[in-house]
Each structure stands twice: as C-alpha cells, then as structure tokens.
C-alpha cells in the first residue's frame, strides 16, 4: 500500500493533471457501482406495487457497465480537469490576491464559502445536467429533473460538505485535495442516485417549500 501511494505520489509530481484526471475517472466509476448497489437494495425494501418493477427488484445484483462507464467519464472530463484547476487556483487567489495567512481561521473559512457557493452548485447543475443526456432524455424532461432534484441535493450537501471541506482546507495539502475530494465523492454518488431515484418523493417538496421560490 506504501509503494502504491508513493507511486501516485510520484505520478502526480511528474503529471499532476493527467494524475488526477485518471485517478477522478477511476473513484467516480467505482462510486458508480456503489450507487448501483445502494439503488438495486433501496428499491427492494421500498417494495414497489408495479408487478413489472417487482420482477426487476427480485432479480440479482448486476452492474450497468454503461452506467459506470459514463459515470468515469463525468469524472474523467469534468471533475478531474476543472478540479485540478479550481483547488489550484483558490488556493492562489486567496493567498496572493486576497492576502490570507494560510490555515488561519478566515482563509479557510474563504475557501470553504467560495467551495459551497460557486464550485459546489456548479458541480451539482452539470452532473445532473450530463446525466440526463447521457440516458437519452430530451431537454425540456432534462429541465424538469434539475427542477426537482437540484435544490433538495444543494441543501442536504450543505450541511455535509462544509464540514468535509474544512478539514480539507485546514490539513490536507493542495495538490491533494481534489483526490480527498474524490474519496468522499464516492459516498456522494450513492446519495445523487438516491436522490435521482426518489422522483418526486413528498420530502423533496418539503425542502423546497422553504424556499421563496415559485
């Protein structure tokens, strides 16, 4: 386990954005089956009515491979790449542009705003975004999904990913971060697909009603 760190370590000095483009793909695809999972056993103990459905929830355990394979690219195209760049150049910007001592309570509390309030719903619009090209859905059925998934998901994360971030900006180095990030992202992807599976579930509509929007 030691030498394959070190390995990695190695690669990311020699090719840190090809490093961590290759290393998104991998964690978001193996994310992918995880969600899978957690999808295939939350439809069985919801025990669906519809005797089609039911057939499909009584059989085993398979991976989509499609699935998994757009999932990596997701992470290969998007997170990776603009990853890379983000935490780079946050990093950059808040210490030679805003003027912050690192670690100090206000760089990282700089960080973790700028994260949530910029990167974080941007992640979420073009995940969900991709998502629904990648199975085939039209533009308007695409708008109707980030309608109802896209603000119930930014508020739960909210309260989730904060924490994860201070811990990332205060202790793990910046050309590691992303790869943290990634780690992570692999129990957010079984959340994402449970969100996308919950369709139109009455607690969605809940958390948006706290919202002054129409």
């Given at each position: 386990?030691?030498?394959?760190?070190?390995w990695?370590q190695?690669?990311?000095a020699?090719?840190?954005?090809?490093?961590?483009?290759?290393?998104?793909?991998?964690?978001?695809?193996?994310?992918?089956?995880?969600?899978?999972?957690?999808?295939?056993?939350?439809?069985?103990?919801?025990?669906?009515?519809?005797?089609?459905?039911?057939?499909?929830?009584?059989?085993?355990f398979k991976?989509?491979?499609?699935?998994?394979?757009?999932?990596?690219?997701?992470?290969?195209?998007?997170?990776?790449?603009?990853?890379?760049?983000?935490?780079?150049?946050?990093?950059?910007?808040?210490?030679?542009?805003?003027?912050?001592?690192?670690?100090?309570?206000?760089?990282v509390?700089?960080?973790?705003?700028?994260?949530?309030?910029?990167?974080?719903?941007?992640?979420?619009?073009?995940?969900?975004?991709?998502?629904?090209?990648?199975?085939?859905?039209?533009?308007?059925?695409?708008?109707?999904?980030?309608?109802?998934?896209?603000?119930?998901?930014l508020?739960?994360?909210?309260?989730?990913?904060p924490?994860?971030?201070?811990?990332?900006?205060?202790?793990?180095?910046?050309?590691?971060?992303l790869?943290?990030?990634?780690?992570?992202?692999?129990?957010?992807?079984?959340?994402?697909?449970?969100?996308?599976?919950?369709?139109?579930?009455?607690?969605?509509?809940?958390?948006?009603?706290?919202?002054?929007?129409?």
């Open positions: 386990m030691l030498k394959l760190w070190r990695y190695n690669c990311l020699v090719h840190p954005v090809k490093t961590q483009v290759i290393s998104s793909g991998f964690i978001w695809g193996a994310g992918d089956v995880a969600a899978q999972y957690v999808t295939h056993y939350t439809a069985k103990t919801r025990g669906v009515t519809n005797e089609s459905h039911s057939q499909d929830d009584k059989k085993e991976i989509n491979w499609k699935r998994v394979s757009t999932t990596s690219l997701f992470g290969l195209a998007f997170v990776g790449p603009v990853g890379h760049y983000w935490y780079e150049g946050l990093d950059k910007f808040i210490r030679h542009r805003l003027l912050l001592k690192p670690n100090s309570f206000r760089f509390a700089a960080k973790v705003g700028a994260d949530g309030f910029l990167f974080g719903p941007l992640d979420l619009l073009v995940f969900f975004t991709y998502m629904g090209f990648s199975t085939g859905k039209s533009v308007p059925q695409i708008k109707e999904d980030v309608k109802r998934d896209f603000l119930p998901a508020i739960l994360e909210g309260g989730i990913w924490v994860v971030q201070v811990a990332n900006f205060r202790y793990v180095p910046v050309r590691y971060q790869l943290y990030v990634n780690f992570f992202c692999l129990l957010d992807s079984c959340f994402l697909s449970w969100v996308e599976q919950q369709q139109d579930a009455p607690w969605k509509e809940w958390v948006k009603s706290f919202l002054p929007l129409k």
